[in-house]
């Protein structure tokens, strides 16, 4: 039921408060909801019918945290006589139950309040108006002229509808901006006593619509943009809003409360920019999408859709035109179905560049007049390169050395294509960085990509290589190539001396790894001695590339030639053998029993004395002149360390006292002394070298009979 209430309560004692819009306030913040409202000239409006827009906001149940809105009372009058800045301090201002606004438009209470309100919302503010029971109202003054069926307070229900879903209202509940229309129908008179659009001016967009008393069905809460600014208008009577502890929760029953939240709801509406779709214009034609992207040479449809006051509007012929684009001048007609749509599509030329379209269409407008109406859309065209397509290879590698070659293979249909248009990355699949690759190939391919990798183990790797068109950088495609890495080969060499003492410790192997990424711990060594006897090999090395040695200790039990292997594994799978063919050469006694000769008269290649009556005078030393005493054979040796190991030394008896062995081998080992001296009875001097002599045939123990031979290997020498 109305309140009637007579007019005068509303004019208050409001004198002053024109002087409060301005620096009090902030700047006007163009933004997101409204901050600063001017309530022109109050929250129950200037002719009160009932009700009042609720101010009591903060912290009620479905007002966002933190949302709190400032709300100031200016006189009507005061926008009217004020200068341009009586709105500066506020971002919203709601125009509330001024049913003689036409005065106010047409300059009756003062000059200024048409440009003041149309400039406050050009320049980016928002505009609310509330006019709900005036009957006389009169907006043919206003920039976007509109006129409105009033019923006046009539108390009585009707059917509100929600024309458009945004965020001025929703009909689902799950929206934020749900509003609950049946229940604002069906208990309050908000709908029934509704000022409801009749207009034909094309700038209004629709959001609910309502069958008022009257039985008008038409838009009741509109939008429109002008400037930087949003303007809102609702017709719907707010008899049923309180300022008492008001509720705004969207999952309430009440339709007092869903009323509440239209208020809310326009306080929380965004503006510049607004983000409305305006799908459904109170009088004209809305095209839509009003903006896409597709492929050149695809094709594109847009749908006009024609609205007389909010409805529908059949069988009306529909001109599309493209006025600017790479498809100007195509066109094309449709006429609008039950649903006031009409479609229209083109292909487009296959050129790059933004089309835009117009729809116009006639209308029947104000008196019966026609009255021309259009919109326009936007289309982006863009070219498409046509895919590349890739495919993979399996390529050979060796641990350890640089591979250099083709990782994959493309093709693109342009058979203008360059190979300098793409690049490629590799991905190596060993976790390594990724690489960029080279391309190469004639103009429109095929084309390889190449790459320079090393591989620090062998296995298989899965190699991803992925081209990219430089100028469309979406356009790429994907090889998958396998590595095949071996392990890098191994060469290897003896080491071993031709001739050796029956105990031997020492190098018998040398190899070379062409891996350069190598270890110590990848290579194992096993020593065939010859004589059906093996041990494992001590390998040291730097690793790498760099050469590597094989050692081993052994005594054996005869003399004679024997075939030395030493095989090398590498845990890759690559193995080498190294062969030696050594002479294992006995001293002249198994007792330790040795023939000597001077370090003047030894040197490899020369004929040597060992033993005879003029040893002495043969065999000169360093240390001086041996005595004459010594014939050349010395009876016990001791060596400072392990065979073959030099230092130490060896003592005698004068003579042949100490008889020599009857008969010696073809090869021996010699003892080399720099001093050989005598005390007493004993002869003794220093071994300097150890060397291996080839004998002469002739000897006996007799000095009489001397044994010769010469030098052909020196086994060590003493520091």
């Not at 229209?344 to 009255?371: K, M, Q, R, W």
Request: hydrophobic share 35%; proline share 7%.
């Amino acid at each position: 039921m109305s309140r009637r209430v007579a007019a005068f309560t509303v004019v208050l004692a409001l004198s002053l408060v024109g002087t409060l819009a301005g620096p009090a306030h902030p700047a006007r913040a163009l933004t997101t909801r409204s901050q600063n409202i001017a309530l022109v000239p109050s929250a129950i409006g200037r002719i009160n019918m009932g009700g009042t827009l609720p101010t009591s906001i903060v912290g009620r149940l479905g007002v966002p945290a933190g949302y709190s809105p400032s709300f100031t009372q200016v006189l009507p009058e005061t926008i009217a006589t004020g200068g341009a800045g009586v709105l500066s301090g506020f971002d919203t201002a709601a125009l509330v139950g001024i049913c003689d606004i036409g005065d106010f438009l047409s300059g009756a209470h003062g000059p200024n309040f048409k440009t003041n309100i149309e400039s406050f919302v050009t320049n980016g503010g928002k505009l609310i108006i509330w006019d709900s029971e005036c009957t006389s109202t009169n907006y043919s003054n206003f920039v976007y002229p509109f006129t409105t069926s009033n019923p006046g307070a009539a108390g009585a229900m009707g059917t509100l509808t929600d024309v458009e879903e945004n965020s001025l209202s929703s009909s689902i509940p799950a929206n934020d901006s749900f509003v609950n229309v049946v229940a604002v129908s069906t208990q309050v008179d908000a709908v029934g006593d509704a000022n409801v659009f009749v207009t034909f001016n094309q700038n209004w967009c629709t959001d609910l619509r309502a069958l008022n008393t009257l039985g008008v069905n038409g838009p009741v809460q509109t939008y429109a943009r002008l400037g930087s600014g949003l303007i809102i208008y609702s017709g719907l009577d707010k008899d049923a809003m309180s300022n008492t502890s008001p509720s705004f929760d969207k999952a309430s029953l009440s339709g007092q409360v869903h009323l509440q939240r239209i208020w809310l709801l326009q306080l929380l509406q965004p503006f510049n920019p607004d983000s409305l779709p305006c799908g459904v214009k109170v009088f004209g034609l809305s095209l839509m999408p009003k903006t896409a992207t597709n492929p050149g040479g695809s094709a594109h449809t847009v749908t006009a859709h024609v609205t007389t006051n909010a409805s529908p509007t059949p069988g009306v012929t529909v001109t599309f035109t493209v006025t600017l684009g790479p498809n100007v001048g195509t066109t094309g007609t449709g006429v609008t179905n039950a649903s006031g749509d009409a479609t229209f599509t083109y292909t487009s030329n296959g050129a790059a560049g933004t089309d835009t379209i117009e729809a116009t269409a006639t209308l029947t407008g104000t008196g019966g007049v026609p009255t021309p109406v259009k919109d326009t859309a936007t289309k982006t065209w863009i070219v498409t390169d046509p895919p590349i397509t890739a495919s993979g290879v399996t390529f050979n590698a060796t641990e350890g050395t640089a591979f250099t070659g083709t990782v994959a293979t493309f093709t693109d249909p342009d058979p203008l294509s360059t190979a300098a248009e793409y690049d490629a990355t590799i991905d190596w699949g060993d976790s390594s960085p990724i690489d960029m690759g080279v391309i190469s190939g004639p103009t429109g391919g095929p084309f390889t990509v190449s790459g320079t990798h090393m591989y620090a183990e062998e296995g298989t790797f899965q190699v991803s290589v992925v081209i990219t068109d430089k100028d469309n950088l979406s356009n790429t495609a994907t090889a998958h190539s396998t590595a095949k890495v071996g392990d890098a080969p191994l060469s290897s060499k003896c080491l071993m001396p031709p001739f050796v003492l029956q105990t031997y410790s020492g190098p018998t192997a040398g190899f070379t790894d062409q891996s350069s990424t190598g270890t110590l711990s990848d290579f194992t060594a096993t020593i065939n001695w010859g004589d059906s006897s093996s041990s494992s090999g001590t390998i040291a090395g730097a690793g790498g590339n760099s050469p590597y040695t094989v050692s081993g200790s052994h005594t054996y039990t005869t003399t004679g030639s024997f075939t030395v292997t030493t095989i090398i594994n590498d845990t890759g799978g690559s193995t080498t053998t190294a062969t030696c063919t050594v002479t294992v050469v006995p001293f002249a006694t198994e007792t330790g029993g040795a023939f000597v000769i001077g370090d003047l008269e030894a040197g490899l290649g020369n004929h040597v004395t060992w033993w005879g009556s003029h040893w002495a005078n043969i065999n000169l030393t360093s240390g001086g002149a041996p005595p004459d005493a010594m014939k050349g054979f010395a009876e016990e040796a001791t060596f400072l360390g392990p065979m073959p190991s030099c230092g130490g030394i060896w003592a005698t008896d004068p003579g042949n006292s100490t008889p020599p062995p009857p008969s010696v081998s073809k090869f021996m080992a010699v003892i080399v002394s720099s001093t050989v001296t005598k005390s007493g009875s004993v002869i003794s001097g220093d071994i300097k070298q150890v060397v291996i002599v080839e004998n002469d045939p002739g000897y006996e123990p007799n000095p009489g009979r001397p044994g010769t031979g010469t030098e052909l290997a020196i086994i060590c020498t003493s520091p």
